[in-house]
T-cell receptor, first 117, second 116 residues
Framework: NAGVTQTPKFQVLKTGQSMTLQCAQD?????MSWYRQDPGMGLRLIHY???????DQGEVPNGYNVSRSTTEDFPLRLLSAAPSQTSVYFC????????????????FGSGTRLTVV | AQSVTQLGSHVSVSEGALVLLRCNYS??????LFWYVQYPNQGLQLLLK??????LVKGINGFEAEFKKSETSFHLTKPSAHMSDAAEYFC??????????????FGQGTILTVHP
């Protein structure tokens, strides 16, 4: 099925470990972004990309790296996990407004629940 | 810079009563506005969106929202609450242009409780 696929769905890390959260979309969307969700804070933007090879920081980028070598994939890397990175992570993709017509909107993955102990 | 404020982190209503969830936004350019619902331990589901067409937007599950530019608001309403509406609701804004391509800014969320 077309959409945004996130893996893994659950992960437990020890402090200091590194890992990569995977995100892939098959809708040929230009834009992709990563959010973290914490209680009482809504979802906050970590990093985003407007196309292959182009990324930029969002509201809470510290401790996370991204790259976008293809249109389809936008992995999020935790270099040295900390307990403060315990959260639920969502990846999203969208068309640019000019390409989408009435379909403009964001497609979200099902999320990755990460616990850092 | 865009921002969203959801008034009331918790809203409680009786079954059959009106649901009103408030959302105010700040944006330097014409915004695109969204309401999402999240049920416990699940992902985000789009309820409705405003993308500069009709200002009164109808969504799924009987919800609707009205874009009021003069009030910078996009409140979510439903005439009669059902028990199944109990969930967390998020308002979000996106801009096209400037430095805001493809980015959503979310409100803090409102947890809706429905009493029998």
């Amino acid at each position: 099925n077309a959409g945004v696929t996130q893996t893994p769905k659950f992960q437990v890390l020890k402090t200091g470990q590194s890992m990569t959260l995977q995100c892939a979309q098959d809708m040929n969307h230009e834009y992709m972004s990563w959010y973290r969700q914490d209680p009482g804070m809504g979802l906050r933007l970590i990093h985003y990309s407007v196309g292959a090879g182009i990324t930029d920081q969002g509201e809470v980028p510290n401790g996370y790296n991204v790259s976008r070598s293809t249109t389809e994939d936008f992995p999020l890397r935790l270099l040295s996990a900390a307990p403060s990175q315990t959260s639920v992570y969502f990846c999203a993709s969208s068309y640019s407004r000019g390409r989408s017509g009435g379909r403009y909107g964001y497609t979200f993955g099902s999320g990755t629940r990460l616990t850092v102990v | 810079a865009q921002s969203v404020t959801q008034l009331g982190s918790h809203v409680s209503v009786s079954e059959g009563a009106l649901v009103l969830l408030r959302c105010n936004y700040s944006s330097s350019v014409p915004p695109y506005l969204f309401w999402y619902v999240q049920y416990p331990n699940q992902g985000l589901q789009l309820l409705l969106k405003y993308t500069s067409a009709a200002t009164l937007v109808k969504g799924i599950n009987g919800f609707e929202a009205e874009f009021k530019k003069s009030e910078t608001s996009f409140h979510l309403t439903k005439p009669s609450a059902h028990m199944s509406d109990a969930a967390e609701y998020f308002c979000a804004v996106s801009e096209e242009g400037g430095t805001s391509y493809g980015k959503l800014t979310f409100g803090q969320g409102t947890i809706l409780t429905v009493h029998p």
